[in-house]
């Protein structure tokens, strides 16, 4: 049994995180400031209510929990918002993770799993994607969470800080005990606004572009459950534990789903049509982000494997939980 750190452990993937390692025998502490968390989301252990960047009140939770490792999930992570207000993505995600190396070496703590984001790769000609893939990201989400990778470069040489990055792709779904779930506010991602259109929550949802270079003319993205996710760090856990080097690896199912095809599938699930209405792109979106997952699957041991139904019906059943078990419209 060990204590971990979660930043952002009220967060939509932190808490689904903590869940899983009290399932595991572990003690979750999270660390979130709310900004875009929620306090109801903290239930499966200790809660410090603190912002990264503040040095004092950090190593004050590190010196009294004294924890063994640290898993990363704090930060802004919309793409939108990051084209609009981009000095909030560097100054919160950046000096965040800095702020927290720092604290974690001043008292000893070495091991750090950290989210990073396919985003980072940005566009690259329809090939399916892999770590040494060349990095280009489109916007300030994907170049804050590039810049912290070379920051734990840096302290792994210098300090010896071992970690294991992930980068994820699109994560969506909710515990399938529904116990919790995504609930940003506003709501941005795609699953989550698709069935807050389906549910009548919103009187339809928008289509951002349809003019890609793709067979239905919208954007791919490569989709994976939250709780494939949660599992996957398990395993980057018992990697730093098992004293092994760092090492980054990306985290997908390696199947594409266009936005057309993640409507007609929500159809499918919920047996409801998606009031949806063509618009512009959005500034930002790569054409198609798709994971090359070999070296999780043979380094690791993981393998995605809930499916994108798994994961519609997940999130919905989680939505009916949250808005109360109206009927959808
Ligand atoms: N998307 C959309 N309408 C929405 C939200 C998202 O068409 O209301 C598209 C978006 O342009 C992208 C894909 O869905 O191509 C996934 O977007 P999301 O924001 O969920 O995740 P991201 O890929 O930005 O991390």
């Known amino acids: 049994m060990s204590v971990i750190f979660v930043t952002g452990g009220a967060g939509y993937i932190g808490a689904h995180m903590c869940k899983l390692l009290a399932q595991a025998g ?67 995600n950046v000096l965040g993770a800095l702020t927290l190396i720092e604290a974690m070496l001043g008292a000893g703590c070495k091991q750090l799993v950290f989210s990073s984001t396919c985003a980072i790769y940005g566009e690259q000609d329809g090939v399916t994607l892999d770590e040494q893939s060349a990095q280009a990201p489109l916007n300030a ?6 810049a912290i990778e070379d920051m734990l470069r840096d302290f792994a040489a210098s300090h010896g800080l071992r970690s294991v990055v992930f980068r994820y792709f699109n994560v969506a779904g909710a515990d399938p005990e529904a116990e919790i779930g995504e609930a940003h506010d506003p709501e941005t991602h795609l699953v989550p606004v698709v069935l807050q259109a389906v549910a009548g929550l919103r009187p339809e949802m928008q289509i951002h572009g349809t003019d890609y270079d793709t067979p239905d003319g919208t954007c791919i993205r490569d989709y994976v459950h939250v709780m494939d996710l949660a599992r996957a760090h398990l395993l980057g856990l018992d990697w730093l534990q098992a004293g092994r080097e760092s090492r980054v690896f990306n985290l997908g199912t390696g199947q594409g789903y266009s936005v057309g095809e993640v409507l007609a599938r929500a159809e499918a699930v919920t047996g409801v049509p998606v009031p949806a209405r063509f618009g512009p792109r959005r500034a930002g979106d790569a054409t198609r982000l798709v994971s090359g997952s070999t070296r999780a699957r043979t380094e690791l041991g993981w393998e995605a494997q809930a499916t994108l139904d798994d994961m519609i019906r997940d999130a919905w059943r989680w939505h009916l939980r949250l808005h109360g078990n109206a009927p959808p419209r």
């Open 26 to 92: 572990h003690i979750p502490v999270t660390l979130d400031n709310l900004s875009t968390g929620r306090a109801a989301a903290v239930r499966f252990g200790p809660f410090e209510q603190l912002d990264l960047t503040d040095a004092g009140a950090l190593s004050d939770a590190f010196a009294r929990h004294k924890p063994e490792a640290v898993l990363h999930f704090a930060a802004f992570s919309q793409v939108g918002e990051a084209m609009a207000e981009p000095g909030k993505y560097w100054r919160n």
């Open 141 to 146: 989400y994907g170049a804050s969470k590039r």
